[in-house]
Antibody, heavy 118, light 108 residues
């Protein structure tokens, strides 16, 4: 069955960096675009970034552009999110999700919590 | 930037009733609109994609409709497990961005 498992979250000071990983299994990872979506405590969902199935194109929300980098290693079935210059407002649960070709994400991981605090 | 506005913010209904949730876009968008259900402490669950297509395994009581700027999620007869948060999400054409609405809380 399809599984997405995020890791790498934790507590980090403002201005520091963190890298999240998402291990995929149960499907042909290299056939799908992948998203990162986050949710601050008690808030709504916020789309963060998408990477095309082959890694050729990447797009970001304005709130993270220039600070976050999405990448993937199709040989390892793994998605990444490199987060630099972290701010308090980046505190959230970060989910990875498998994208459908048109709209929607049909499988989601359980999320990993990132807390930015001094 | 296209903004999605969901209404109402909270909808209170008894089991067995029909629920109608609205998602309005600030500009005309394609039919690339999805609906999700989220329960506390859980990841979102895809219900509807491309405005009106039910995702795999989603009960027939969930339906989506709409085009242009106005989209609707309808739950024909509420079951106890349907009480949750609901989000819409659109995909803009270029550059690709996947904006979420702020959600509707469906409560008993």
């Amino acid at each position: 069955q399809v599984q997405l498992v995020e890791s790498g979250g934790g507590v980090v000071q403002p201005g520091r960096s963190l890298r999240l990983s998402c291990a995929a299994s149960g499907f042909t990872f290299s056939n799908y675009g992948m998203h990162w979506v986050r949710q601050a405590p008690g808030k709504w969902l916020e789309w963060v970034a998408i990477i095309w199935y082959d890694g050729t194109d990447k797009y970001y929300a304005d709130s993270v552009k220039g600070r976050f980098t999405i990448s993937r290693d199709n040989s390892k079935n793994t998605l990444y999110l490199q987060m630099n210059s972290l701010r308090a407002e980046d505190t959230a649960v970060y989910y990875c999700a498998r994208g459908l070709s048109t709209s929607g994400s049909d499988y989601w991981g359980l999320g990993t919590l990132v807390t930015v605090s001094s | 930037e296209i903004v999605l506005t969901q209404s109402p913010a909270t909808l209170s209904l008894p089991p067995g009733e029909r629920a109608t949730l609205s998602c309005r876009a600030s500009q005309r968008i394609s039919r690339y609109l999805a609906w999700y259900q989220q329960k506390p402490g859980q990841a979102p669950r895809l219900l509807i994609y491309d405005a009106s297509n039910r995702a795999t395994g989603i009960p027939a009581r969930f339906s989506g409709s709409g085009s242009g700027t106005d989209f609707t999620l309808t739950i024909s007869s509420l079951e106890p497990e349907d009480f949750a948060m609901y989000y819409c999400q659109m995909r803009s054409n270029w550059p690709p961005a996947y904006t979420f609405g702020q959600g509707t809380k469906l409560e008993i």
